[in-house]
């Protein structure tokens, strides 16, 4: 039930449905890719490598799921896929898109934070600004550790450290050059123009949350989109992102 659930769960869900009209163009487009483009400035894929090559057979989930594009890329590299989000709008669009591309797996509507599955069901867990930006990671991060079979990876983009420190609080204003909140103590933070929380993380507090939940860190990509990139996101430019990094992926596996 509703009133079960954490305070920013609620407040998310309800901005989510909210929002998830202004996302269905962008859940079509990604749906119709064949190669995966990662992140606001679509990086493609063979210039990250976030997926294993080995997905055929394996057990795999999307912790905030959106419009499940992630899901169903997984899915056609032959991932049993489960996908769980926190907006049945979002979903509603997903599962449209399901029966319009052929592809059937489950969609839950949830908290990626409690995830009903059993202990070591998958052997990998993605997010994609899923619930690495709108769980709370004290919280999501134990949870997918334990959703994991010993070696499962789990590999998440969210927005960069460093941005998160250049964002002015208006709605639709760029990062600047100049710090404008404080490194230490990062975690929650709410915008002025809406009703959602977000979670931001200093690197320490990452490594030692990662490490603590049982993990083993295997890298930090700090993505710098091409020169040629183009995003419809108004809080970060090309010319900020060229030059600082304005979004990271963790690629880290459960320890043995």
Known sequence: MADDLPEHVRRNRVQWDAWAEDFVAAGEAAWRRDTPAWGIWHVPETDLGLLPDDLAGKDAIELGCGTAYVSA??????????????SEAQLATARRLQREHGLEFPLLHGNAERVPY???????????????????????????????????????????????????????????????????????????????????????????????????????????????????????TLEWARQWPCEEIWKVHKRS
Do not use: K
């Open 73 to 86: 890329w997984l899915a056609r590299r032959g991932a049993r896929v489960v996908g769980i989000d926190n």
């Open 118 to 236: 059993p202990d070591a069901s998958f052997d990998l867990a993605i997010s994609e600004y899923g619930a690495c930006l709108w769980a709370d990671p004290a919280r999501w991060v134990p949870e997918a550790a334990r959703l994991l079979r010993p070696g499962g990876r789990l590999v998440f983009l969210t927005n960069s450290f460093l941005m998160m420190l250049c964002m002015p609080a208006e709605d639709g204003v760029a990062a600047t050059d100049r710090l404008l909140r404080p490194a230490f103590g990062m975690h929650r933070l709410e915008w002025p123009a809406d009703t959602s929380v977000q979670f931001n993380l200093a690197h320490g507090d990452w490594i030692r949350l990662l490490r603590r939940a049982g993990f083993e860190i295997d890298d930090l990509v700090e993505l710098r989109p091409p020169s040629e990139a183009r995003t419809t996101y108004p809080f970060v």
